[in-house]
Nanobody, 124 residues
Framework: QVQLVESGGGLVQAGGSLSLSCVVS????????MGWFRHAPGKEREFVAW????????YYADPIKGRFTITKDNAKNTVYLLMNSLKPEDTAVYYC?????????????????WGQGTQVTVSS
């Protein structure tokens, strides 16, 4: 059974940076597409980014494109989300998730395993 554990959230001022990590156990990381989602109060869970199995492809949501970078280290079974130029509207709980599908990867329903989430708060 695959398990995901996120870390790295916290409080940061607008314009600052944070780096989130997601450690995967129970299965090799290169067997999955890995995604990051976020959930802000009063909003639906929102797609942020995904990275393909061997890190050969990435895709980003428009609101964070150019500011966030998703990477992975298969040897460490870890996925990262580097977040730069943070804005107050980036405040949310951030989740990593694992998918064994090859399509519709921006939908939460395509992901079979989720972490517990890590809070990111950006102050103005």
């Amino acid at each position: 059974q695959v398990q995901l554990v996120e870390s790295g959230g916290g409080l940061v001022q607008a314009g600052g940076s944070l780096s989130l990590s997601c450690v995967v156990s129970g299965r090799a990381l290169d067997g999955y597409v890995m995604g990051w989602f976020r959930h802000a109060p009063g909003k639906e869970r929102e797609f942020v980014a995904w990275i393909y199995r061997r890190g050969t492809g990435t895709y980003y949501a428009d609101p964070i494109k150019g500011r966030f970078t998703i990477t992975k280290d298969n040897a460490k079974n870890t996925v990262y989300l580097l977040m730069n130029s943070l804005k107050p509207e980036d405040t949310a709980v951030y989740y990593c998730a694992a998918s064994d599908r090859t399509a519709v990867l921006t939908s939460p329903s395509s992901y079979r395993a989720w972490g517990q989430g890590t809070q990111v708060t950006v102050s103005s």
